[in-house]
């Protein structure tokens, strides 16, 4: 059977039903790109978003959020507070910035990436890691709320991005089972990235084609640029010895992470990719679905299994070709972390260089203990669901397992 989004919560069938009545949910909930910059700024009493290398991106997002995504009244209004939740950011810390200029000459001393495809075992590598008191992880409510994180609105901030993104469970039950969302916990850099708008946030969770191809050609330095000036604002308020982050789109984007962060240490994580591979699509058909009355997994399902095949080959022909330094990347097989995981984080902890803490063992052990896999639920999902031919699929990914010595799970 093909996949099929699970079914809405009643309260949300009921909510979106209003737009009904309303002649549609743009009636209800306009996105436009000038009301909302005008709305940022009006709602902030700032004016200065710091450059305009954001625009053309923004612009574009907001148009094919309006045009492709056929978002329900509750996907309007969970479109229009992440965009001006990103504008407000970008005009406070400009602010910040413009108040402290000092915050800009903060160091970012080798970064550690935690970096694979999605649904590789990044997030727990990364929440292992983050168990190390000298490991510094960004947490959720500081990635959405960056521009509030130093100062005394600090704590609202904290309750409103732990309430607001663990409203994803509200809006799909069922998402619990796939992923778990809390503001406390560490979150990845697309959150960051979003400023800039140009992230696989916006890209990865709305049906919008146009804006998804432009996020695959364009350049990304900005982002990355924008990405450091974070971190080195969020470094003010709490500092370990080191920056410890994650995201699978890191993945797509190598070059332009060594461009900024010539010194970055990257974790890389492999999973067989014929579990990957339907995950990923089931966690993006899911979680479109919370905002659009479609969702077009039969068009997704070629695109994230051939982007996937392209990145990891062109990985592996730039860490050889020397484009990518390959002295700097660490690999780590997903089935070793599973199996024995204070042993694989223990050759991780060797191979950068990283003094192995005390008590770290019964931290990690202890920690898995308490979030065992499948503790939510579990999350199903297969290649037959996607139309994916297991064969084809395999072959493509062959070289990719060979290299790195990644075991079939299927």
Same mark, same amino acid.
């Given at each position: 059977?093909?996949?099929?989004?699970?079914?809405?919560?009643?309260?949300l069938?009921?909510?979106?039903?209003?737009?009904?009545?309303?002649?549609?949910?743009?009636?209800?909930?306009?996105?436009?790109?000038?009301?909302?910059?005008?709305?940022?700024?009006?709602?902030?009493?700032?004016?200065?978003?710091?450059?305009?290398?954001w625009?053309?991106?923004?612009?574009?997002?907001?148009?094919?959020?309006?045009?492709?995504a !056929?978002? &329900?009244? +509750?996907? %309007?209004?969970?479109a /229009?507070?992440?965009?001006?939740?990103?504008? =407000?950011? @970008?005009?406070?810390?400009?602010?910040?910035?413009?108040?402290?200029?000092?915050?800009?000459?903060?160091?970012?001393?080798?970064?550690?990436?935690?970096?694979?495809?999605?649904?590789?075992?990044?997030?727990?590598?990364?929440?292992l890691?983050?168990?190390?008191?000298?490991?510094?992880?960004?947490?959720?409510?500081?990635?959405?709320?960056?521009?509030?994180?130093?100062?005394?609105?600090?704590?609202?901030?904290?309750?409103?991005?732990?309430?607001?993104?663990?409203?994803?469970?509200?809006?799909?039950?069922?998402?619990?089972?796939?992923?778990?969302?809390?503001?406390?916990?560490?979150?990845?850099?697309?959150?960051?990235?979003?400023?800039?708008?140009?992230?696989?946030?916006?890209?990865?969770?709305?049906?919008?084609?146009?804006?998804s191809?432009?996020?695959?050609?364009? !350049?990304? &330095?900005? +982002?990355? %640029?924008?990405?450091? /000036?974070?971190?080195?604002?969020?470094?003010? =308020?709490? @500092?370990?010895?080191?920056?410890?982050?994650?995201?699978?789109?890191?993945?797509?984007?190598?070059?332009?992470?060594f461009?900024?962060?010539?010194?970055?240490?990257?974790?890389?994580?492999?999973?067989d990719?014929?579990?990957?591979?339907?995950?990923?699509?089931?966690?993006?058909?899911?979680?479109?679905?919370?905002?659009?009355r479609?969702?077009?997994?039969?068009?997704?399902?070629?695109?994230?299994?051939?982007?996937?095949?392209?990145?990891?080959?062109?990985?592996?022909?730039?860490?050889?070709?020397?484009?990518?330094?390959?002295?700097?990347?660490?690999?780590?097989?997903?089935?070793?972390?599973?199996?024995?995981?204070?042993?694989?984080?223990?050759a991780?902890?060797?191979?950068?260089?990283?003094?192995?803490?005390?008590?770290?063992?019964?931290?990690?052990?202890?920690?898995?203990r308490?979030r065992?896999?499948?503790g939510?639920?579990?999350?199903?999902?297969?290649?037959?669901?996607?139309?994916?031919?297991?064969?084809?699929?395999?072959?493509?990914?062959?070289?990719?397992?060979?290299?790195?010595?990644?075991?079939?799970?299927?």
């Amino acid at each position: 059977m093909p996949w099929s989004a699970p079914d809405p919560p009643s309260w949300l069938v009921r909510l979106n039903a209003h737009a009904d009545i309303a002649g549609g949910a743009d009636e209800l909930v306009p996105l436009d790109a000038d009301g909302l910059v005008a709305s940022a700024r009006r709602s902030t009493g700032l004016d200065d978003f710091g450059g305009d290398s954001w625009r053309p991106h923004f612009g574009l997002l907001v148009q094919s959020l309006r045009i492709e995504a !056929d978002l &329900t009244l +509750a996907g %309007r209004v969970v479109a /229009r507070a992440e965009l001006l939740r990103a504008l =407000r950011q @970008r005009l406070l810390l400009c602010r910040l910035w413009s108040d402290d200029p000092t915050i800009l000459e903060e160091e970012i001393d080798r970064p550690v990436f935690v970096v694979g495809t999605g649904r590789s075992g990044t997030s727990i590598l990364h929440e292992l890691l983050a168990l190390d008191p000298a490991n510094r992880v960004p947490l959720t409510w500081e990635l959405l709320h960056p521009g509030e994180a130093l100062g005394p609105e600090a704590a609202t901030a904290r309750v409103a991005g732990h309430r607001v993104h663990a409203f994803w469970a509200d809006l799909q039950p069922e998402y619990e089972t796939m992923h778990h969302n809390d503001g406390d916990e560490p979150n990845e850099c697309i959150f960051v990235t979003m400023l800039e708008f140009l992230s696989d946030q916006w890209g990865g969770t709305y049906e919008i084609p146009t804006y998804s191809a432009h996020l695959a050609t364009a !350049d990304h &330095t900005d +982002a990355y %640029r924008y990405h450091r /000036r974070v971190l080195q604002t969020l470094q003010r =308020r709490g @500092r370990g010895d080191r920056w410890v982050l994650k995201a699978p789109s890191h993945l797509a984007q190598l070059r332009t992470l060594f461009a900024v962060y010539p010194d970055a240490r990257v974790v890389l994580i492999h999973r067989d990719p014929l579990k990957t591979v339907p995950s990923t699509i089931s966690l993006m058909g899911t979680i479109r679905s919370m905002r659009s009355r479609e969702v077009h997994v039969d068009a997704l399902a070629p695109l994230i299994s051939m982007g996937y095949g392209f990145m990891l080959d062109d990985t592996i022909e730039a860490r050889a070709r020397g484009e990518l330094p390959d002295a700097q990347f660490v690999d780590v097989r997903y089935h070793d972390l599973m199996r024995e995981p204070v042993d694989a984080l223990r050759a991780v902890y060797d191979a950068l260089g990283i003094a192995w803490p005390a008590d770290h063992a019964t931290a990690v052990t202890e920690h898995l203990r308490a979030r065992p896999k499948g503790g939510r639920g579990e999350h199903g999902y297969s290649l037959d669901e996607m139309d994916l031919d297991p064969v084809a699929e395999r072959a493509r990914f062959r070289r990719y397992q060979e290299r790195f010595g990644v075991p079939d799970e299927i």
